[in-house]
């Protein structure tokens, strides 16, 4: 299988330039392609997946792939898909960004300079920070009329919204994208640009640019953008955005993100995002489909996602910390598991004096963390049996905790019924 038979059978293969030609080429040898993303957080978020993951597919059948920061354009802001412009960053912030995802880039990329197809990262301030203004409009601006700039569909959806229009910045963003493509291709010997379908507009302008001033044929390539079966956002969840820095969102809400995802969507997310064959999705699907209930395919989903992002043990840590909260048992969890289950819970601090010696009292330590509004109720929960102490019931009205309850000399997890946990923090 050619990686574009692999990306029509995935689903991302939304529009090429010159397909077949690009298959020709493509057949040839290893080519260098390129996908951008403008640094406007310190981190890459689940949205931005879908082109990096195709660089990295791209990797694996031996071609080359660059990933640009825009520390230039990301100055700009691309229209492309906003309703109204975005915020204008600084130079300092924006390297900033830049600095930051890097480390996540390479959870996806392969950046071993010891292959000879390894990834690079790149920054498109280092080569348009030296232009001038003039030079510009006379090298790049000459080259295309307004009247087909307007056309694009970026340009096009913002100017009949009157009350936002498009500023004359973002109105040149398409110019400077363009021009990227061209400097990649002359220092890069660069061929193939792909990126979200939205950004097709600016895709062409860089083919037509390398077309005019380099005489050379260049493709672009387009992946969906992609949407949940409701019709809602695909990376978005109740508290924002998943982001791929666990100090942004932990790694167990991005895995729980993943195991959650609507039936309806979970074959294809499995085509989208995840580096299994044909035959292991077509066996999760049959699984699937016969018993969608089990959740076979959503786990190998959640799974895949999150080791990609944050390695085996984050993901064995995030895994266990699910057990926890339906219930099950703490035994063998790690230090990080437990901290991601009391991260998630609500939590109460205790000092360590009172769970020494005699200890502290069940009653009050369920009234402490508010999981019994009043030891009159926490009574009543504890003699129901729906009182639990790191997953164990207890019934004993007489109870204390003490240091024995406490893991990694921190941490106590009460629970009270099937679904409210609080944690205890021993300081």
């Known amino acids: 299988m050619t990686i574009l038979e692999d990306l029509h059978w995935r689903g991302l ?29 310190d981190s890459l978020h689940v949205g931005n997946l879908v082109p990096l993951i195709a660089l990295r597919r791209f990797q694996d059948y031996g071609h080359k792939p660059i990933a640009l920061a825009g520390g230039a354009t990301g ?23 830049i600095e930051s995802v890097k480390t996540q880039l390479a959870s996806i990329l392969d950046f071993n300079e010891a292959i000879e197809n390894t990834a690079r990262l790149v920054d498109n301030a280092t080569w348009m920070a030296p232009i001038s203004f003039l030079d510009f409009l006379r090298d790049v601006g000459k080259h295309f009329t307004v009247n087909s700039m307007v056309a694009k569909e970026s340009v096009r959806a913002r100017m009949e919204d009157r009350d936002v229009g498009i500023s004359y910045t973002e109105f040149s963003y398409m110019l400077l994208q363009g021009y990227d493509f061209y400097h990649l291709y002359q220092a890069e010997n660069c061929e193939l640009q792909i990126g979200g379908s939205d950004q097709w507009g600016n895709i062409t302008i860089g083919t037509e640019l390398t077309r005019k001033k380099a005489g050379a044929t260049v493709y672009g390539l387009t992946l969906p953008l992609i949407t949940n079966a409701d019709g809602s956002k695909f990376g978005k969840s109740e508290s924002g955005a998943i982001w791929l820095d666990p100090a942004r969102t932990s790694v167990y809400r991005f895995y729980q993100y993943f195991i959650n995802v609507d039936d309806r969507d979970v074959i294809r997310y499995l085509k989208y995002f995840t580096f299994l064959d044909q035959e292991k999705i077509a ?31 984050a993901t064995d840590d995030a895994i266990k910390a699910s057990q926890i909260l339906f219930g099950g048992g703490l035994e063998d969890i790690s230090e990080n598991a437990l901290r991601e289950v009391a991260n998630e819970i609500p939590n ?61 000399g921190k941490y106590i997890l009460l629970r009270r019924g099937k679904k409210n946990y609080a944690a205890l923090i021993v300081e």
């Open 13 to 41: 293969l939304n529009d090429c330039t010159a397909e077949e030609a690009l298959g020709e080429r493509l057949a040839k040898g290893p080519i260098s392609l390129y996908s951008g993303f403008d640094p406007t957080a």
């Open 75 to 97: 100055s700009i802001g691309d229209p492309s898909g906003k309703k109204s412009e975005r915020q204008l960053l600084t130079k300092e912030v924006l390297d900033h960004n």
């Open 348 to 408: 109460a601090t205790v000092s360590s004096d009172t769970v020494s010696g005699e200890g502290l009292s069940l009653l009050d330590a369920l009234v402490e963390s508010g999981l019994s509004p009043s030891r009159g109720q926490a009574k009543k929960d504890i003699q129901g049996g729906g009182v639990n102490v790191n997953n164990n019931r207890i019934q004993d009205l007489q109870a204390k905790l003490t240091q024995s309850d406490v893991h990694f």
């Open 283 to 313: 066996a999760l699907e049959k699984q699937h489909e016969e018993n969608p209930g089990a959740r076979v395919a959503h786990r190998a989903l959640a799974r895949e996602m999150t080791q990609l992002i944050h390695g085996e043990e």
